[in-house]
């Protein structure tokens, strides 16, 4: 079936060390992936994307890890600093259902100083 | 350059009633997708519109519509208002349908 599903709800980290979000898929013929960024009363924020015909994307900071034969991504933080408090969640882009985007529930970062 | 901007930023509606929203999406975009969002969970899909056609459709009931106009401007109207319909609607826009979708800051809807 379709689900996007995080294996955390919540993480905590110490400002300056790295951290690491989780996101399993089910729909093996998914092959786009969006890293979203919501913090309170705003929208979601495009973090970063990856095709699957990738296994790894870096951009500022942020790198997200696509593993195709278990159905996992990661988004890496490196360097967590206090503005990266936010929910993050990965979606999941299935074009062959009109291109909507399948959200997980969301994993709470928190970052202390 | 502005970002996706929706209207109103909150409203206040009765069960029965109807809602229009309302939104812009990012110069150049195309593509406009709406989400509903409710306290604690992810988005979820409710309609894309391209080209001023319906894309696709979520699970959502026929109380819902929406459509685009020639400026890529769009609406979301929700006839019989629902105590659950209350959330936060979110639109998306972008260039085209696989291009990564970027998201306004909502219309939080509430529903007495």
């Known amino acids: 079936g379709e689900s996007v599903g995080l294996h955390l709800p919540t993480l905590s980290v110490q400002e300056g060390d790295n951290s690491i979000i989780n996101c399993a898929y089910s729909n093996s013929a998914s092959d786009y992936f969006i890293w979203y960024k919501q913090e309170s009363g705003k929208g979601p924020q495009f973090i970063i994307d990856?095709?699957?015909?990738?296994d790894k994307r870096q951009g500022q900071r942020v790198t997200v890890l696509l593993n195709k034969t278990v159905k996992h991504l990661s988004l890496q933080i490196a360097a967590t600093q206090p503005g990266d408090s936010a929910v993050y969640f990965c979606?999941?882009?299935?074009?062959?259902?009109?291109?909507?985007?399948?959200f997980g529930q969301g994993t709470e970062l928190s970052v202390k100083p | 350059d502005a970002g996706v901007t929706q209207s109103p930023t909150h409203l206040i509606k009765t069960r029965g009633q109807h809602v229009t929203l309302r939104c812009s999406p990012i110069?150049?975009?195309?593509?406009v997708s709406w989400y509903q969002q409710v306290l604690g969970q992810g988005p979820q899909f409710i309609f894309q519109y391209y080209e001023k056609e319906e894309r696709g459709r979520g699970n959502f009931p026929d109380r819902f519509s929406a459509r685009q106009f020639p400026n890529y401007s769009s609406e979301l109207n929700v006839n019989a208002l629902l105590l659950g319909d209350s959330a936060l609607y979110l639109c998306?826009?972008?260039?085209?349908?696989?291009?990564?979708?970027?998201f306004g800051d909502g219309t939080r809807l509430s529903i007495l």
């Open positions: 998306a826009s972008s260039l085209d349908p696989m291009a990564p979708q970027h």
């Open positions: 110069s150049g975009h195309k593509s």
């Open positions: 990856i095709r699957s015909n990738m």
């Open positions: 979606a999941e882009n299935m074009d062959n259902q009109g291109g909507k985007l399948i």
